[in-house]
């Protein structure tokens, strides 16, 4: 099974050409796909529904879209009709089997007004693979302050590991005619968390030995500056991490550093039965 991660920046490449086609290119061999930084009513890319975009070219993928940002941007009346006009800012997952749940999470935020600071959120999904029951999120953190991160870090930790105590999307689903899900922990959070492997958000994400660094197997750089910069600055902030028992059966882990729909770089890994 092979699940990626991607930032897709709304859709504009290093090139700084919106072309979401070349998103789709990129991924559409995965099995399981999540994607970060997809937008709805997004003035710069003519307002693209994007999710509904992506689905429609993804026909065999199963997709739900969770926008943790989502303002106003000038909705009124027409014609005696509220005419809703929203921009929306979140993260995507899709997966060739379907979602058994989903649930979208609010990071932790601060009031920050010198840069700007969106909703930040983490999508989850239960998905029955033919691997098993696998519990998958895409998550975006914040990108200027580390304070900011380390509050999502905690509580992205508390989301994915305190989830047999919380009890998920449904409990006691009998009388939906749900059977009841036997969630055995097997998680990946997927994204771009903003940080680099030497920060103190890196390394508290993995203390306590409950989480692992699923893409140590590629440490290179994930992120850089456009073609058009000047000076190519590249880092890496986007990983795959898992509980314990999941990291065994992870491996073939790389970085699509041709791909040029984003300034972030597809990050690949497969999950073995």
Known sequence: MRAVSYNIQYGFGLDDRFDPDRIVDAVR?????????VTRGYIKNGGVDMPAALSDA??????CFHPAGDLDMGSALAEGRAVNRRFQFGNMI??????????GHLL????????????RGALEAQIFTPSGLLRVYSIHLDHIDPRERMAQVRALKSIAL????????????????????DDKGDFLLMGDFNFEPR????RLMLDGE??????TADQGWTWRTPHAVEKTERSRLD??????????RISNVRIDRDAEGSDHMPVWIEVSA
């Open 162 to 181: 305190d989830f047999p105590t919380t009890g998920g999307a449904i409990s006691g689903g009998r009388s939906f005619g749900v059977e009841e899900i």
């Open 29 to 37: 061999d995965a099995d399981i796909i999540c994607l970060q930084e």
């Open 210 to 215: 409950a989480i692992i660094d699923a893409t």
């Open 58 to 63: 993804l026909p065999e993928h199963f997709s």
């Open 239 to 248: 990983y795959a991490f898992c509980n314990t028992a999941l990291a065994s």
């Open 108 to 119: 932790p935020r601060t009031w920050r007004k010198d840069t700007l600071n969106l909703q």
């Open 199 to 202: 920060s103190d958000e890196y």
């Open 94 to 103: 899709l997966s060739r089997w379907p979602l058994v749940t989903v649930r």
